[in-house]
C-alpha cells in the first residue's frame, strides 16, 4: 500500500487547524510517543480526496482502528450502519462527552466510533487518567 504525498504546507495546515490534538480521541501529540498521522476523512479508496476539507490529524490508534470505514454497525441497539464522526463536518462535543477517564456517546448511536476506535480500551483509559492528573487532557483544538 504507498502512501499519499501530502504537501509540508498542508500538512502544516491541518496540525494548525486541530491545535496538534487528534481531533478523535482528542489527545495531544505532545502526550504520545507514536506518530501522528494526516488522516483522510473519507479515504482516498471511496473517492476521498488530499484536501484540507477532507483531512484531519489522528493519533496512531485512531487512525489504525479507523483504516478506511466510513461507518460501522450498533450492534447495542438497531444493528443500524452508522456513519462514524467526522471532524470536518461535526462538532467533537456534540458527540462524546467525557465522564470519569471514559468517553460516552451524547446520542446512542455515538457509540459506534467509540467501540470502532477503542476509545476506551484499558490501555487508553489508564492513559487518559494520567493525562487528566496532569491538565493536559482532553486537548482542545482553536476551534473546538
Ligand atoms: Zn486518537
Not at 8 to 19: K, P, S
Not at 62 to 91: H, M
Not at 118 to 138: C, D, F, H, Q, S
Request: hydrophobic share 40%; proline share 3%; aromatic share 8%.
Amino acid at each position: 500500500m504507498s502512501r499519499t504525498y501530502i504537501a509540508a504546507a498542508l500538512r502544516r495546515e491541518v496540525i494548525e487547524r486541530a491545535g496538534s490534538c487528534c481531533e478523535y480521541c482528542r489527545t495531544r501529540a505532545d502526550d504520545r510517543a507514536l506518530d501522528f498521522a494526516i488522516d483522510h476523512v473519507i479515504a482516498e479508496k471511496h473517492g476521498g480526496l488530499t484536501q484540507a476539507d477532507n483531512l484531519c490529524l489522528s493519533c496512531y490508534w485512531c487512525n489504525s482502528y479507523k483504516g478506511s470505514d466510513l461507518s460501522s454497525v450498533d450492534w447495542e441497539a438497531d444493528s443500524a450502519i452508522v456513519p462514524l464522526f467526522n471532524p470536518r463536518s461535526q462538532v467533537w462535543n456534540d458527540h462524546f462527552q467525557l465522564i470519569g477517564v471514559r468517553l460516552v456517546g451524547v446520542t446512542a448511536h455515538d457509540r459506534v466510533p467509540i467501540a470502532l476506535l477503542r476509545l476506551n480500551a484499558v490501555e487508553r483509559l489508564k492513559e487518559r487518567e494520567l493525562l487528566l492528573m496532569l491538565g493536559t487532557y482532553p486537548c482542545l483544538s482553536a476551534s473546538q
